[in-house]
């Protein structure tokens, strides 16, 4: 129980600190880090344990730095090749700007759904939304906690989604029945999130038709304003709908969009690799305030900041520091309420200190399923509460690998966008209150099959 209270005060408060003070959040984590060493050497464990637990989280997260790689390609690559300022030209002329919110928040949704993959979606659709919001001059980290609200519909519940995998084995449910189970937090959270946006919607201040036109402009000047350019979007949407890995159909699109920017935009080749080392910049400032973003060479600190969570992540796997903490957290638990929100609490922590957003789903899946099968109650249930706290809300935590991807894929910082995405922080409140109303359910059966 010590260890586990530790290791959390150790990331939260080198990291709160670190956020205080405006020093790099690496140098926190790194601080933190240490400290989570010299904790697992006083228990027993050597350096050379350290240093394998270290190297395996490390090899578990080299397709998240692939990924991250690519969408810094992508993000360039789609603005010169004409991409992004087609799609924000014709979605500027049709959006209705007070809407956007909502707007961001459905087609993002549908868009995961049928992907299945929350990095996908933000890759390619979030950096057009985004776009398109600067344009009208609405607040980007609203626009950013829509995008990322969608977004993570389809990373919880998409039959095509590896996270709703990785949730359904770690319990040992099965995906279907587990769907089902799901249905009514998901209808809740998909409702509740729709209303926010749309009430938060009547709050936003866009700008009027005519400033509009001027952007739309520009972008007709400097840009060859083409449905052509959507064939990026077609080759990467196709590609992870034919199951191909995501890894590669992100790489198809930057291929698709590089392509595009030296043939059909006649970008020169030292334009277009300088745009992809060093990010997306124009010579108009009108549109610099719209085009910008991505570049491999600007994702030096994220790229550390994932090689040291990925050491945490192995390390605090290989020392099990909160199996004591778990054991007593369920004690006192006699009901299905009790059980599902102390597992909320428990998936909460570890999307906090593991650092991914698999090694939470994991961890509380295959660490509570015999709690909670031996207390009678259903693996699917389990996965259900797994997804709505674990799952979702590593897409809250700064350092956790999804939000750092999330936040890299649509250029919004994930503080700046935290508040506003309502999908991720409804899901451990609604699957409580689902719990609740399933004991109710259960006392009432049992009322009326009581014998006289």
Same mark, same amino acid.
């Given at each position: 129980?010590?260890?586990?209270?530790?290791?959390?005060?150790?990331?939260?408060?080198?990291?709160?600190?670190?956020?205080?003070?405006?020093?790099?959040?690496?140098?926190?984590?790194?601080?933190?880090?240490?400290?989570?060493?010299?904790?697992?050497?006083?228990?027993?464990?050597?350096?050379?344990? /350290?240093?394998?637990?270290?190297?395996?989280?490390?090899?578990?997260?080299?397709?998240?730095?692939?990924?991250?790689?690519?969408?810094?390609?992508?993000?360039?690559?789609?603005?010169?090749?004409?991409?992004?300022?087609?799609?924000?030209?014709?979605?500027?002329?049709?959006?209705?700007?007070?809407?956007?919110?909502?707007?961001?928040?459905?087609?993002?949704?549908?868009?995961?759904?049928?992907?299945?993959?929350?990095?996908?979606?933000?890759?390619?659709?979030?950096?057009?939304?985004?776009?398109?919001?600067?344009?009208?001059?609405?607040?980007?980290?609203? /626009?950013?906690?829509?995008?990322?609200?969608?977004?993570?519909?389809?990373?919880?519940?998409?039959?095509?989604?590896?996270?709703?995998?990785?949730?359904?084995?770690?319990?040992?449910?099965?995906?279907?029945?587990?769907?089902?189970?799901?249905?009514?937090?998901?209808?809740?959270?998909?409702?509740?999130?729709?209303?926010?946006?749309?009430?938060?919607?009547?709050?936003?201040?866009?700008?009027?038709?005519?400033?509009?036109?001027?952007?739309?402009?520009?972008?007709?000047?400097?840009?060859?304003?083409?449905?052509?350019?959507?064939?990026?979007?077609?080759?990467?949407?196709?590609?992870?709908?034919?199951?191909?890995?995501?890894?590669?159909?992100?790489?198809?699109? /930057?291929?698709?969009?590089?392509?595009?920017?030296?043939? %059909?935009?006649?970008?020169?080749?030292?334009?277009?690799?300088?745009?992809?080392?060093?990010?997306?910049?124009?010579?108009?400032?009108?549109?610099?305030?719209?085009?910008?973003?991505?570049?491999?060479?600007?994702?030096?600190?994220?790229?550390?900041?994932?090689?040291?969570?990925?050491?945490?992540?192995?390390?605090?796997?290989?020392?099990?520091? %909160?199996?004591?903490?778990?054991?007593?957290? %369920?004690?006192?638990?006699?009901?299905?309420?009790?059980?599902?929100?102390?597992?909320?609490?428990?998936?909460?922590?570890?999307?906090?200190?593991?650092?991914?957003?698999? %090694?939470?789903?994991?961890?509380?899946?295959?660490?509570?399923?015999?709690?909670?099968?031996?207390?009678?109650?259903?693996?699917?249930?389990?996965?259900?509460?797994?997804?709505?706290?674990?799952?979702?809300?590593?897409?809250?935590?700064?350092?956790?690998?999804?939000?750092?991807?999330?936040?890299?894929?649509?250029?919004?910082?994930?503080?700046?966008?935290?508040?506003?995405?309502?999908?991720?922080?409804?899901?451990?409140?609604?699957?409580?209150?689902?719990?609740?109303?399933?004991?109710?359910?259960?006392?009432?059966?049992?009322?009326?099959?009581?014998?006289?």
């Amino acid at each position: 129980m010590k260890d586990a209270i530790l290791t959390f005060l150790f990331i939260v408060v080198s990291l709160a600190v670190a956020a205080i003070y405006k020093i790099p959040l690496v140098i926190g984590f790194a601080v933190a880090l240490l400290l989570v060493i010299l904790l697992v050497l006083k228990k027993g464990f050597t350096l050379k344990d /350290v240093a394998f637990a270290s190297l395996d989280g490390f090899k578990r997260i080299k397709p998240v730095i692939y990924i991250l790689g690519l969408i810094s390609l992508l993000i360039p690559a789609w603005i010169m090749s004409g991409t992004v300022p087609t799609m924000i030209y014709y979605i500027v002329q049709w959006i209705e700007p007070t809407w956007i919110l909502l707007f961001a928040f459905l087609i993002a949704s549908v868009t995961s759904f049928v992907l299945g993959t929350a990095i996908g979606t933000l890759g390619s659709l979030g950096i057009i939304i985004i776009g398109v919001a600067i344009t009208v001059q609405v607040p980007i980290a609203l /626009v950013a906690g829509a995008l990322v609200s969608g977004a993570f519909v389809g990373d919880r519940c998409s039959p095509l989604s590896s996270a709703f995998h990785l949730a359904a084995n770690s319990v040992d449910g099965d995906p279907k029945k587990m769907f089902w189970r799901m249905l009514p937090t998901t209808l809740f959270m998909l409702l509740f999130s729709a209303l926010f946006y749309f009430i938060l919607g009547f709050f936003v201040k866009p700008t009027n038709v005519i400033e509009n036109l001027a952007v739309t402009n520009l972008l007709e000047d400097y840009f060859h304003i083409s449905l052509v350019t959507l064939l990026p979007i077609i080759v990467l949407f196709g590609s992870i709908l034919l199951k191909v890995r995501t890894i590669y159909a992100l790489g198809f699109g /930057v291929l698709t969009g590089i392509a595009l920017a030296l043939f %059909f935009q006649s970008q020169g080749i030292m334009e277009v690799m300088q745009n992809l080392g060093y990010g997306y910049h124009h010579e108009n400032q009108g549109l610099e305030e719209v085009l910008r973003g991505g570049g491999i060479l600007t994702m030096g600190q994220l790229f550390l900041f994932i090689t040291l969570a990925s050491m945490m992540n192995g390390i605090l796997d290989k020392a099990k520091l %909160f199996e004591v903490f778990m054991k007593k957290m %369920f004690e006192k638990a006699y009901s299905l309420t009790s059980y599902t929100a102390r597992t909320v609490v428990i998936g909460i922590l570890f999307a906090i200190v593991g650092c991914n957003q698999a %090694f939470p789903v994991m961890l509380t899946g295959r660490s509570l399923k015999k709690t909670w099968v031996e207390a009678g109650y259903n693996q699917e249930d389990l996965g259900r509460v797994v997804c709505d706290s674990a799952l979702v809300t590593s897409g809250l935590v700064p350092w956790n690998m999804v939000a750092i991807l999330s936040a890299a894929a649509i250029g919004v910082a994930t503080l700046d966008y935290v508040m506003f995405a309502a999908f991720l922080w409804l899901g451990p409140i609604i699957t409580i209150i689902v719990s609740y109303f399933s004991d109710q359910k259960v006392v009432t059966h049992e009322k009326k099959v009581e014998p006289a």
